[in-house]
């Protein structure tokens, strides 16, 4: 079995037994955080305290907190001792004035030492008092606390497609903003006055111990804070609120404490990723740029998320013209307010322009999603050789250190319960906590190895290249029909991946003898992986003088490639397909051609219209009438062949001119 050693961040515990529960303690005098067990409280079962150190100070029902090894408790003043003694001397030299004996001598050596010895006593514990005093205990109300780390760094896209994050060390910080009362001048006074300072005198003050909660991988850049208790200690003349009756200035406190991360919470890389790209189909004038987060997880036990976008700046080149649009694919989010500058001038660097988002708040989708799309269209083509710079601006809820929060610790030590008649916020715990991350990173977005697609359509009246390239070609005496497609798709299968051949249904064209036909072929071909689809639409006008096949036509086909290309040779490798397919499809039809027969036909006899309408009812010879039948069968049969003979016409398998003859026959039978 292997052992592993892993670095951990420390955590609040109590100083006595290591626990993590219950911590709600601070000893006084030490510093360190105790639990409810091991907390030491030097109370009466009235719960009065037993020392005199915060005696006459309003304090008296505000239990001290010390830890096993400090415990101790602070006499009080011998001041019975020096009164009754004092009494007993009296008492004792009355006696002796009136009556002079052993006994009543007795009583006043005995009041007179007492009374020295008071005396002498109560000098000597003042004396150690003054020598020892504590800091003043005040208790302002917590307004709220802030914890707050900072971490930056850059993001950079090489030339050469590379991807690379660099962090630089992180700082942060806890601020606590409190608030100063009238309570806190009384006892200031009452200090005063007990340990014999004069009006103005200097004194300092404790205002309880910050409690940290969470995994706190952090060390305090002052020396004399260690550890998760942070004692809340000060001068009193760096507060005038305190010692200036007559003003309410000053009341404010804001208590800083800066830190930096440890090992064990140092993040390696940014927790953002900028990705450029052009859009396909926008003629390479369009920028799109996708931010992209991880919830990354930091020293505690929580993931950071981010929670809104401050700042995103981008400098363009000036040479890509002007903004023609902004906006963004990702629904709801607010990056439709920017600003654009105007042409920057530096010296040393090409000209440029910034665009410019301010306090973007993060939509529920994109939180969803992790990403956030802006896109941004120029008035010129953007050129892969150039550069994006620019800066972004983040903020995550939570910290990288693991710091989750604060709770307070009062002055003597008590846990986060409010002090008895003190009804102000001071002790709450995680009051107004806020708990961020901010991060702000440079970028260097190099656009060499961006990858464009745009999709080619050729022919295109738009490109140039295309000038030459028809899109209609004609072919004077070709059958559109179902032959004429035949011949085309097995030309063309040799080299082509055929995907469907539709066929519209014949339409008259308002001549005699004529139908319109139209065809629709669509298929693939590749060019060792890109897809290169096609659409050839076969459309002609073919006559039929008298049977159900045509005898003679004109066709005109169109032949359209279109694929999507990522460069210039993917570019024109398009343009050359649609040649070898616009080849082949014309060699195709000539050879179709000069295969099709070259037959005219001679107007029907009366009895060749009949044996050439196949299918199509007309007048029948006399073997096939019924031999017997009444009239109305007779009517009925006749008018069913009028209607098929419609329904051939319209068909186009029969010519107006058969129709005409075949309906007049029908119609002179008896």
């Known amino acids: 079995m292997q ?3 892993r670095d951990r961040a420390p955590r609040l515990r109590c100083r006595d037994c290591g626990g993590l529960r219950n911590i709600r303690n601070v000893c006084h005098h030490c510093g360190g955080a105790l639990c409810d067990e091991h907390a030491v409280r030097s109370t009466d079962a009235e719960g009065r305290n037993l020392t005199s150190e915060y005696a006459d100070l309003d304090l008296d029902t505000t239990p001290v907190i010390h830890c096993p090894a400090d415990h101790h408790v602070v006499k009080g003043p011998l001041k019975k001792w020096l009164w009754g003694g004092a009494g007993g001397a009296l008492l004792g030299l009355l006696l002796v004035i009136l009556d002079a004996n052993p006994f009543t001598l007795l009583v006043f050596l005995a009041g007179a030492g007492t009374a020295a010895y008071g005396y002498y006593g109560e000098q000597h514990r003042i004396r150690r008092m003054l020598e020892s005093r504590p800091k003043l205990p005040l208790t302002p109300g917590l307004d709220s606390v802030e914890i707050a780390e900072r971490l930056s760094g850059e993001l950079l896209l090489s030339t050469e497609g590379v991807y690379t994050s660099a962090v630089d060390p992180v700082d942060g910080g806890v601020q606590l903003r409190l608030t100063f009362g009238q309570k806190d001048r009384d006892r200031l006074k009452c200090y005063r006055a007990k340990y014999q300072l004069g009006p103005a005198a ?6 309880g111990y910050v409690l940290l909660a969470g995994e706190a991988g952090l060390r305090f850049k002052d020396p004399a804070l260690n550890g998760c208790v942070i004692p809340l200690v000060g001068r009193v003349s760096d507060h005038p609120f305190l010692d200036t009756a007559a003003t309410s200035a000053g009341a404010q ?7 930096a991360l440890d090992a064990t919470s140092q993040p390696d890389h940014l927790p953002l990723w900028l990705t450029p790209s052009l859009v396909p189909e926008q003629d390479r004038r369009t920028l799109e740029l996708e931010l992209q987060w991880v919830p990354f997880r930091s020293g505690g036990e929580a993931d950071l998320r981010l929670e809104s976008v401050h700042l995103l700046r981008l400098e363009v080149p000036a040479a890509w013209g002007n903004v023609e649009s902004v906006s963004s694919p990702t629904a709801g989010n607010s990056m439709r307010h920017y600003t654009i500058s105007d042409v920057i001038m530096p010296d040393g660097r090409p000209p440029y322009r910034t665009i410019e988002w301010v306090q ?9 999603k992790k990403r956030l799309v802006v896109s941004v269209r120029f008035e010129k083509q953007i050129k892969t050789t150039d550069a994006v710079k620019g800066r972004i601006e983040a903020r995550f809820g939570g910290t990288l250190s693991g710091l989750t929060g604060v709770s307070m610790a009062h002055p003597l030590g008590g846990g986060v319960q409010q002090p008895a008649g003190d009804r102000r916020a001071h002790a709450q715990p995680g009051r107004k906590t806020t708990a961020r991350t901010e991060v702000a990173a440079e970028f260097t977005l190099n656009l060499a190895l961006v990858r464009y697609q745009d999709v080619r359509k050729v022919p295109d009246r738009r490109v140039e290249d295309d000038s030459a ?13 179902h032959e004429t497609v035949i011949a085309l798709t097995n030309a063309l299968a040799e080299h082509y991946y055929i995907k469907r051949v539709l066929e519209n249904p ?4 308002g001549r005699a003898n004529t139908v319109n036909r139209y065809w629709d072929i669509a298929g693939r071909l590749y060019d060792g992986v890109l897809p290169i689809d096609f659409q050839i639409i076969l459309t002609g006008v073919e006559t039929r003088l008298g049977g159900i096949r045509a005898e003679r036509g004109d066709a005109e086909v169109g032949v359209t490639v279109t694929a999507s290309y990522a460069n210039e040779a993917m570019k024109e490798t398009i343009g050359s397909a649609w040649d070898g397919l616009n080849h082949r499809v014309g060699e195709a039809l000539k050879h179709a051609l000069a295969s099709q027969p070259r037959t005219v036909a001679q107007p029907p006899q009366r009895e060749e219209a009949v044996l050439d309408t196949g299918s ?7 073997a096939d009438r019924p031999a017997a039948g009444t009239d109305a069968d007779a009517a009925e049969a006749k008018k069913k062949r009028r209607q098929d003979l419609t329904d051939a016409l319209l068909a186009g398998r029969i010519s107006e001119a058969i129709y005409l003859t075949l309906r007049a026959e029908i119609d002179e039978e008896p």
């Open 3 to 5: 052992t592993y050693i």
């Open 202 to 207: 200097e004194a300092d003050f404790s205002a």
């Open 253 to 259: 406190w804001q208590a800083s404490f800066p830190y």
């Open 360 to 368: 973007a708040a993060t939509s529920t989708e994109e939180r969803t």
């Open 469 to 481: 390239r028809e899109e209609k070609t004609s072919f004077g005496g070709v059958i559109p029909d």
């Open 506 to 509: 014949p339409r008259g064209s």
């Open 616 to 622: 199509v009812p007309g007048p029948r010879p006399p």
